[in-house]
């Protein structure tokens, strides 16, 4: 049990920097927060008409409760017209500690789960490894970014893909060197 802990400490710091460079560094995902210099007004819109209330919105959408033939109708007359999804909170808050901490846990619980279901395999050689961990990034890519991109054509989608692909490759690499000389 233990071994299989430095490979997850050292797998998910491997995830952890990729995260880093792709939303910082690189800033990969810059088409899913753009600037725009009406932010102040839109804000003061949002705050105007929003209030206190936090919450995801999609506009335009129907009160919870209407009828599909109502709902149909709406849709029908907005199709072709602009629409958007907002995410609104009543007050930012400087959480980075947190946050990274909080990521960087997640993502060693994240390999120290990869690293559990590899150990079941008899004899982990490095491609099967790599490949194990390719599969669970795109597993991963596939069920979340991907999905709500269908519905909701998010901006950075490919951001998500080149994420998955790389990230975890990183975690392949480093597991398919390393897990196959635990199992020795």
Known sequence: MKK???????????????????????????????????QDSVLQSLQK???????????????????????????KANLGKPWAIVHYHTSLKDNMVMNMT?????????????????SKMPRPNFSA??????????????NEPYTSFIWFESFDIWAYLTDAIVGYGLVGLWLGWWLPKQSK
């Open 102 to 118: 909080r990521g960087l846990t997640v993502n060693i619980i994240l390999v120290g789960l990869l690293i559990w279901v590899l």
């Open 49 to 75: 008409y929003l209030g206190d209330k936090n919450g995801g919105y999609f506009m335009p959408t129907v009160p919870s409760g209407t009828s599909g033939e109502e709902m149909e109708k709406v849709m």
């Open 129 to 142: 490894v790599l490949l194990s961990s390719w599969a669970v990034g795109l597993i991963s890519f596939i």
């Open 4 to 38: 299989y802990v430095v490979g997850a400490l050292v797998g998910g710091f491997l995830l952890f920097m990729w995260q880093f460079l792709s939303f910082a560094a690189i800033n990969l995902h810059e088409k899913s927060m753009q600037y725009t210099p009406q």
